[in-house]
T-cell receptor, first 117, second 116 residues
Framework: NAGVTQTPKFQVLKTGQSMTLQCAQD?????MSWYRQDPGMGLRLIHY???????DQGEVPNGYNVSRSTTEDFPLRLLSAAPSQTSVYFC????????????????FGPGTRLTVL | AQKVTQAQTEISVVEKEDVTLDCVYE???????LFWYKQPPSGELVFLIR??????QNEISGRYSWNFQKSTSSFNFTITASQVVDSAVYFC?????????????FGTGTLLAVQP
C-alpha cells in the first residue's frame, strides 16, 4: 500500500494564481481531511469529507474548495492564492465511525510546501 | 469549546536525560480520544498513541510512556533515556467521539531537541 500520497511536494505561486493540491489514499478510508501547518499554530483543519460526495468546512476554510468524487481522492483547490496561504499542507485519512471500527488514528501524507509570492 | 494546550514551545535536553512533554485539553464531551503525533525534521507526521476517555491506564511502549489524568485534563508524554533520534516536534491532539467525523484539534506542538 502506498498509504496517503500528495502532489506536488513543493509549489511556488504568484498572488492570484489558482492551483489544486492532490491527495490520494489506497486504504479505502471513508474519512479524509486537509490541514495546514503554520509556525506556532500547530495543524488547523481546512476541510474534511466523510465519504464520496460529502464534504464540510473545518476551522479555516476561506479561500479553499474541495470535492470528493471518489473514495480515493480528495483534492484541495486554491481559487486565488494569497500570501497568507503560504503554509505546509497535509492530507490525512482514516476510517470513520460509521464503519464500526473505533480506529480514529489518522494517516498523514508527506505534505505539500506552498509558497505564495 | 475544545482546545489543546502544549505550553512548552521548546525543550532542550542532553542525551540520556528523561523528558516529559505536557498536554492539557479542554472538552465538554464525555467520550473523546487523545493522540500524540511525532513530526521529525523530515516533516512527516507519525502516529504514536491513541487513548480513549474511558481508559485511564497509563501506557508504556519501550522508552515512551503516557500519563492520562482526567482529573487534571492532562495527557503527558515521557521519553526515558532520550536519544538524538527523538529530536522532533511532538503534537498532542483531541478528537471527540461523535457522528462520522474524525476531526482532530491539535496543540501548537513542542519542539524537542536532544543534544548528543
Amino acid at each position: 500500500n502506498a498509504g496517503v500520497t500528495q502532489t506536488p511536494k513543493f509549489q511556488v505561486l504568484k498572488t492570484g494564481q489558482s492551483m489544486t493540491l492532490q491527495c490520494a489514499q489506497d486504504m479505502n478510508h471513508e474519512y479524509m481531511s486537509w490541514y495546514r501547518q503554520d509556525p506556532g499554530m500547530g495543524l488547523r483543519l481546512i476541510h474534511y469529507s466523510v465519504g464520496a460526495g460529502i464534504t464540510d468546512q473545518g476551522e479555516v476554510p476561506n479561500g479553499y474548495n474541495v470535492s470528493r468524487s471518489t473514495t480515493e481522492d480528495f483534492p484541495l483547490r486554491l481559487l486565488s492564492a494569497a500570501p497568507s496561504q503560504t503554509s505546509v499542507y497535509f492530507c490525512a485519512s482514516s476510517y470513520s465511525r460509521t464503519s464500526g471500527a473505533p480506529a480514529y488514528e489518522q494517516f498523514f501524507g508527506p505534505g505539500t510546501r506552498l509558497t505564495v509570492l | 469549546a475544545q482546545k489543546v494546550t502544549q505550553a512548552q514551545t521548546e525543550i532542550s535536553v542532553v542525551e540520556k536525560e528523561d523528558v516529559t512533554l505536557d498536554c492539557v485539553y479542554e472538552t465538554r464531551d464525555t467520550t473523546y480520544y487523545l493522540f500524540w503525533y511525532k513530526q521529525p525534521p523530515s516533516g512527516e507526521l507519525v502516529f504514536l498513541i491513541r487513548r480513549n476517555s474511558f481508559d485511564e491506564q497509563n501506557e508504556i511502549s519501550g522508552r515512551y510512556s503516557w500519563n492520562f489524568q482526567k482529573s487534571t485534563s492532562s495527557f503527558n508524554f515521557t521519553i526515558t533515556a532520550s536519544q538524538v533520534v527523538d529530536s522532533a516536534v511532538y503534537f498532542c491532539a483531541l478528537s471527540t467521539y461523535g457522528g462520522a467525523t474524525n476531526k482532530l484539534i491539535f496543540g501548537t506542538g513542542t519542539l524537542l531537541a536532544v543534544q548528543p
